[in-house]
């Protein structure tokens, strides 16, 4: 014989209350009930806290208090939306309390729903008001190819915002060059393209990339100096005259006529980051030849800025 013995009442993660019974069925052959019980249903009782009015793109910060099912969860969907309605405007509520969901990237109303993971019913639903985000621009108009431009800004500061350059008329989420905003100011290093490009700080969303503002810069050609002796002692240390842009991957070196923009003989070349008062010292290569001492520009792609042979005995 199978006894099931309720005590008392629980709490349904479903909208649906009223008396039910809880059943024990035997499955062999013909399907039969060996015992059961009656059960009350209660609405599940659960309250979401959070600032009513947020910007764009702005980090909601959600206290709640709920039936906690495994796999329950809190999303952003539109006034009236349904579960489904989320866009990637979700956490599941086993991350704890409170939880951080990002605001779309559209003004509007909106609501923060609690949905109940075993049905994916919803057990509340509380509005929350998107507002236009505002964000700033300031750097200089034009810079060098490659060079650091240092961009000060603010804005909503949202999890995957970002500051970049992008061509003049492309897509809100097109990038040549960019970094995550912190700190008040950030450094970017520009385009190795000479040309008109547009400074840009992108809202970054689950439902889409917004551009809220935006700077024409001009990137022009560095000027570049390179000088050293015509001929040099192989693996000895030579001094060359020059400068140009450093950006951390910039370098003077040197390598083979044939060699790509990136290659180099094995150890012969320096940061354009290590030029001080216009001398760098570099490593001349350990096999004789004729070599190339070249300025190397790099964002992205690699280019020969400038070049002069020397031959190495």
Excluded: C
Excluded at 67 to 79: N, Q, S, Y
Excluded at 187 to 203: I, M, N
Excluded at 230 to 235: K, M, N, P
């Amino acid at each position: 014989m199978v006894l099931i013995e309720i005590i008392g009442e629980f709490r349904s993660r479903n909208f649906i209350g009223g008396e039910y019974r809880i059943v024990y069925v035997w499955a062999e052959g013909a399907e039969r009930v060996l015992a059961e019980a009656a059960i009350k249903v209660l609405h599940a009782k659960v309250a979401l806290t959070f600032k009513p009015e947020v910007s764009m793109g702005e980090l909601v910060e959600v206290n709640w208090q709920g039936p906690g099912g495994a796999e329950d969860w809190i999303g952003i969907v539109p006034t009236g939306g349904f579960e489904s309605d989320i866009d990637g405007r979700w956490e599941r509520i086993s991350n704890g309390s409170p939880l951080a969901i990002q605001a779309p990237a559209e003004a509007g109303a909106f609501e923060v729903i609690y949905v109940a993971g075993i049905d994916q019913s919803i057990l509340a639903r509380s509005p929350l008001s998107v507002v236009e985000a505002v964000a700033r621009l300031e750097a200089a108009e034009m810079v060098e190819a490659t060079a650091m431009l240092s961009v000060g800004w603010s804005g909503p500061e949202g999890p995957d915002d970002w500051i970049g350059i992008a061509e003049p008329g492309s897509a809100a989420d097109a990038f040549v060059t960019y970094e995550r905003p912190s700190e008040g100011k950030v450094a970017l290093v520009s385009p190795l393209t000479p040309g008109p490009y547009e400074l840009r700080y992108v809202l970054s969303a689950a439902d889409g990339a917004k551009v809220l503002a935006s700077q024409p810069i001009t990137v022009v050609e560095p000027a570049i100096v390179l000088e050293a002796p015509g001929e040099v002692a192989a693996g000895t240390m030579i001094s060359v005259n020059t400068s140009g842009p450093a950006n951390g991957s910039n370098f003077v070196g040197f390598a083979e006529p044939e060699q790509d923009a990136w290659g180099t003989a094995s150890g012969s070349w320096e940061s354009a980051d290590n030029i001080k008062d216009g001398k760098v010292d570099v490593p001349a290569p350990e096999t004789a030849g004729t070599y190339e001492l070249r300025f190397v520009l790099t964002s992205g792609d690699a280019s020969v800025a400038a070049r002069q042979t020397v031959i190495v005995k």
